[in-house]
């Protein structure tokens, strides 16, 4: 069964730092490109970072450029998002997501940013 | 960037109904668009990629068409669990987009 499963979530204070994961099982994570994306509460979707298979090539979102950092460990089945400078405005569930077209899910790990 | 119109923003429709959501691009996108159903508290589900290609496991009352910059998702036969909220997303090229969601609700 194909599964992802990320953690790492919690509160941080603002301009603090966390760093998420996300445990692949059950395909060849390898051969996968990943992304991230979140969702601020009752808000719509958000993409904000993509690295490719082999970690070669990334991208991120503005509104994450210069503070976020993907990547990934092949050897573990793992993608990790580094959150640096961390805003109010980061409070979301980041979820992970296979493939450009997404087409499986993590459960979602819940970013709170608050004093 | 691609930016991703979705519409409506919300509706009201009864079981049964023929539902139709939009998604226009504001540039071409061939057919790199997928659309997701999200219930309340739920991860967001892929029920249809590359436009039209229907995911498996999904109903087959689920269908996408359009190609470039103007998309649709139609529900032929609203069933109670349809009533979600819906997004369309474009991973054409960076920065990927989603439109801001339809809200599918009971009349």
């Known amino acids: 069964e194909v599964q992802l499963v990320e953690s790492g979530g919690g509160l941080v204070q603002p301009g603090g730092s966390l760093r998420l994961s996300c445990a692949a099982s059950?395909?060849?994570?390898?051969?996968?490109?990943m992304n991230w994306v979140r969702q601020a509460p009752g808000k719509g979707l958000e993409w904000i970072s993509y690295?490719?298979?082999?970690?070669?090539?990334?991208y991120y979102a503005d509104s994450v450029k210069g503070r976020f950092t993907i990547s990934r460990d092949n050897t573990q089945n793992s993608l990790y998002l580094q959150m640096n400078s961390l805003r109010a405005e980061d409070t979301a569930v980041y979820y992970c997501a296979r493939g450009g077209a997404m087409g499986c899910w993590g459960q979602g790990t819940l970013v709170t940013v608050s004093s | 960037d691609i930016q991703m119109t979705q519409s409506p923003s919300a509706m009201s429709a009864s079981v049964g109904d023929r539902v139709t959501i939009t998604c226009r691009a504001s540039?071409?996108?061939?057919?790199?668009l997928a659309w997701f159903q999200q219930k309340p508290g739920k991860v967001p589900k892929r029920l249809i990629y590359a436009s039209s290609s229907l995911q498996s496991g999904v109903p087959s009352r689920f269908s996408g068409s359009g190609s470039g910059t103007e998309f649709t998702l139609t529900i032929s036969s609203l069933q109670p669990e349809d009533f979600a909220t819906y997004y369309c997303?474009?991973?054409?090229?960076?920065?990927?987009?989603f439109g801001q969601g339809t809200k599918l609700e009971i009349k």
């Open positions: 690295i490719s298979s082999s970690g070669s090539t990334i």
């Open positions: 540039q071409g996108i061939s057919n790199y």
């Open positions: 997303l474009q991973h054409n090229s960076y920065p990927y987009t």
């Open positions: 059950g395909f060849t994570f390898s051969s996968y490109e």
